[in-house]
């Protein structure tokens, strides 16, 4: 496909722990391609455990990003985006209102928003990330809790942490 260069591609949850059973899974992804695994999925990934990955996460995002050629975003209590090139952010955000289910389906959609809209993938995972982490500051304000919140409460948070930038 001659325009093949222009596909940008997230791949997040299941779809990497299926690429992780794939050989040379990280050639056959457009580069670069956004990755969004949290500690497990990485370890499913990288071969490496969970705990050797928790012990570095900004060494061990650096180096797969560098050897898939891919963009690593390293989810977790400051979660770590690392392009190819070595280029790495760690976000300023730890809160358990990131610790939802579907928190990540958020992340996700607003990571492919920015890439459908010709933001390149390292910039658009930062930006995603840090949206998403303001966005859960917001709630926790907004509800006074983390306990409580919920992906949606994420959602209604979104515009006001854009308005934040």
């Known amino acids: 496909n001659p325009r093949s260069h222009d596909l940008k591609v997230l791949v997040d949850a299941d779809g990497l722990r299926l690429l992780a059973q794939i050989e040379n899974w990280p050639d056959l992804l457009p580069k670069p391609a956004v990755l969004t695994p949290h500690p497990g999925e990485m370890a499913a990934l990288s071969g490496l455990s ?28 400051f979660t770590v985006v690392a392009a190819p090139d070595g280029r790495a952010v760690l976000e300023p955000f730890a809160t358990a209102a990131l610790a939802k289910a579907g928190s990540g389906d958020v992340l996700s959609g607003l990571i492919g928003g920015l890439l459908a809209q010709g933001v390149q993938p390292f910039e658009a995972a930062v930006a995603g990330a840090f949206i998403h982490g303001r966005a859960a500051e917001i709630a926790t304000e907004t509800l006074g809790t983390t306990v409580s919140i919920v992906a949606g409460d994420l959602l209604k948070a979104i515009p006001k942490a854009i308005a934040t930038l």
Do not use: M, N
Not at 60 to 76: C, N, P, S, Y
């Open 50 to 77: 969970k705990e050797e990955i928790q012990s570095d996460r900004l060494g061990a995002a650096r180096k797969f990003a560098a050897q898939w050629g891919h963009v690593v975003l390293l989810k977790g209590a």
